[in-house]
């Protein structure tokens, strides 16, 4: 089983519309988690962190945590053509190693 | 720019032939990281460095990779013998302590064995 798994896509959505992106872990102790986006021939960025369960909002992104379902997800709102790009879920194990989903890639048609 | 350098962008390679990377990590970041990502994958860890310590190394480095951090500031990696396997990104990432872990990568180095 793989330690932080995503569904690798291809999501298209059309312009304006909710993005879904989801991922799950297996690491029950596993205490914060982050979204990366990465854009075709760079390196990650990251775009949003969470540690407690709930909801998180940062302009357009929210990020979701339910930790008893070891489930983390990112809404993104009136997506836009420039988020066209692969999206990383990662998990923090509390040490200093950072664990890394296979990423989704969301288009967004314009 | 105050962003982690790394250095050469793009590296090609024949099998066999050692190659070393360097990374500047951002100036008041004192955690540093090497991972490597291939095509259709996410960032895979090899090893990190809290200063010049190396704190913690990935089993999928094998013995032909060697990582330095000396004086807690720029950090090498070296590959030696490479093989067609080794192909791959390598990202360099730090971050600051106590911040749960936020990395910020720099552009990688792109090695192509041959």
């Known amino acids: 089983q793989k330690e932080v798994e995503q569904n690798s896509g291809p999501l298209s959505v059309p312009e304006g519309a909710i993005a879904s992106l989801n991922c799950t872990y297996s690491?029950?102790?596993?205490?914060?988690f982050f979204w990366y986006r990465q854009y075709s021939g760079k390196s990650p960025e990251l775009i949003m962190f969470i540690y407690s369960n709930g909801d998180k909002e940062d302009g357009r992104f929210t990020a979701q945590l339910n930790k008893a379902s070891q489930y983390v997800s990112l809404l993104i709102r009136d997506s836009q053509p420039s988020d066209s790009a692969t999206y990383l879920c990662a998990v923090g194990t509390g040490g200093f190693k950072t664990i890394f989903g296979a990423g989704t890639r969301l288009f967004v048609k314009a | 720019d105050t962003g982690v350098s790394q250095d050469p962008r793009h590296k090609i390679t024949k099998r066999g032939q050692n190659v070393t990377f360097r990374c500047d990590p951002i100036?008041?970041?004192?955690?540093l990281y090497w991972y490597r990502q291939t095509l259709g994958q996410g960032p895979e860890f090899l090893t990190y460095?809290?200063?010049?310590?190396?704190?913690?190394k990935s089993r999928l480095l094998s013995d032909r990779f060697s990582a330095e951090r000396p004086k807690g500031s720029f950090s090498t990696l070296e590959i030696q013998r490479t093989e067609q396997g080794d192909s791959a990104m390598y990202l360099c990432a730090s971050s600051l302590p106590a911040t749960n872990e936020k990395l910020f990568f720099g552009s990688g180095t792109q090695l192509s064995v041959l």
């Open positions: 690491d029950r102790g596993s205490q914060s």
């Open positions: 460095f809290q200063n010049e310590a190396q704190l913690e």
């Open positions: 100036s008041e970041h004192n955690r």
